[in-house]
């Protein structure tokens, strides 16, 4: 089956299965605390890496949850991925969590799925099917941590007059802004590849603006995981926002 599957429909199935496995450990009551995060982390982790190194052997692989040997950086497609973006939320049986997906080929974020379990009905957002985008309200919104807002969103948002939306994982930010929940998803307090790639391939099928804050590209499958920043909004708010951040003085 998974041979037949193009890479975004592999993407999807997988995130959502992956999340259906979540949401059944979680429902197991087993586990509580950390010991649910990491059971949910493991599950999730053993689950994707082995379905993607059966379906697609010869692409290189890089996970959260996974020890990385280097061997990621001879191979042109790279899945990416993150079994649990935002443990604290899933932990805590919100529905701002999400599992990722993602291929970058070339370092380019070209394909990735979005599974949101905890929402109703549970959702993937994918980026071989995009959604019309919801209209801009009035007053723009900009999601931000729910425990560490960056500095940097919160003091654009209120130059710009934008509303502060408190929400977990990365993937459930961005998310937002294609569900028509929030507008602009400012971060600049560290992250790794796996906590944006998967989420900014789909938000660059629909549309939105995706950068680093100082407007560079962003790149996957470099040597360094590292990716501390980034911006996904819609592309006519992007150029005053980028603007925003340059005028910003020094911490």
Known sequence: MSASLTDAALAAHLAAVAGRLLLEVRASGIFSGKSLGLAGDQTANQFLVHALREARPDDGLLSEEMKCDGTRLLHERVWIVDPVDG????????????????????????????????????????????????????????????????????????????ELVPMGSAGAKAMAI??????????SGGQYEWDSMAPVAVALAHGLHCSRIDGSPLRYNQPDVALPDLLICRREDAGMILEQIRDLPPA
């Open 87 to 162: 443990t604290r939320e899933y932990g805590e049986a919100r529905a701002d969590w999400a599992v990722h997906v993602g291929l970058a080929v070339g370092g380019n974020p070209v394909v990735g799925a979005v599974a949101l379990p905890g929402a109703e009905g549970g959702l993937v957002l994918r980026s071989d099917q995009p959604r019309l985008l919801p209209l801009a309200p009035d007053r723009l919104r900009m999601v931000v941590s729910r425990t560490r807002p960056a500095r940097e969103a919160v003091e654009i948002a209120a130059r710009i007059g934008a």
């Open 178 to 187: 294609i569900l028509g929940q929030a507008d602009i998803y400012l971060h």
